[in-house]
């Protein structure tokens, strides 16, 4: 067929290598509005990436899910895995987690 993209299923592991760190405190959107390019590219830079808990980074404003608050449990940014996963065009995935530990919810965002 013209124009299909197939995929072939292979199971695979991968290793996780985890380095401890600690993120900047999270600065509204609103906040950070009169910040210059380069203090708002290096706040961006700090918490970019994927992780495990922390401060997310969101790529098209504020989104945290309604009914909080949560956490970030997980950020997942689909331009720095070793496999495909479609957040759309250069998405970060974001999983949240509720403060008791007994709800969780994605999003995602794109460019």
Avoid: H
């Amino acid at each position: 067929m013209r124009g299909t993209i197939s995929y072939l299923i292979e199971p695979c592991e991968y290793l996780v290598k985890l380095k401890l760190g600690e993120d900047q405190e999270y600065i509204t959107e609103y906040e950070r509005e009169d910040w210059d390019e380069i203090t708002l590219k290096k706040y961006a830079k700090a918490l970019d990436g994927n992780k495990i808990g922390g401060t997310p980074i969101f790529l098209q404003g504020d989104e945290f899910p309604k009914g909080g608050p949560w956490n970030l449990l997980l950020q997942l940014d689909s331009t720095k895995v070793p496999f495909l996963i479609n957040f759309g065009d250069s998405g970060i995935g974001y999983t949240f987690i509720s403060k008791d530990g007994k709800k969780a919810k994605f999003l995602w965002q794109c460019l």
